[in-house]
Nanobody
């Protein structure tokens, strides 16, 4: 079983920046794809960014393109989300997730408990 723990959340002014981090207990076939999701109060969870090992290919939600950057450091079992030019609508609980090779946002098997980001 893969355990994921997020950190780096907090409160920031509109236009500010935050960097989230996610530490995985181990990197295996089940962590081939790593991603960040978020859920705002009263809304459905949405995929924000994901990254694949090997190819390093990344995918972003249209709402964050040009502002957020996902990266990973396999030697440290870490995944990061650099968030710049933050907007009030970015306020949400951010979750780290992991999966075996997949296409899209719907088949992630492992989840962290989330870290809160509040933009005001």
């Amino acid at each position: 079983h893969v355990q994921l723990v997020e950190s780096g959340g907090g409160s920031v002014q509109v236009g500010g920046s935050l960097k989230l981090a996610c530490k995985a207990s181990d990197y295996t076939y089940s962590t081939f794809c790593m991603a960040w999701f978020r859920r705002s109060s009263g809304k459905e969870r949405e995929g924000v960014a994901r990254i694949y090992t090997g190819s390093g290919n990344t995918y972003y939600a249209d709402s964050v393109k040009g502002r957020f950057t996902i990266s990973r450091d396999d030697a440290k079992n870490m995944v990061y989300l650099q968030m710049n030019s933050l907007k009030s609508e970015d306020t949400a609980l951010y979750y780290c997730a992991a999966s075996a090779p997949i296409t899209g946002w719907t088949a992630f098997a492992y989840w962290g408990q989330g870290t809160q980001v509040t933009v005001s």
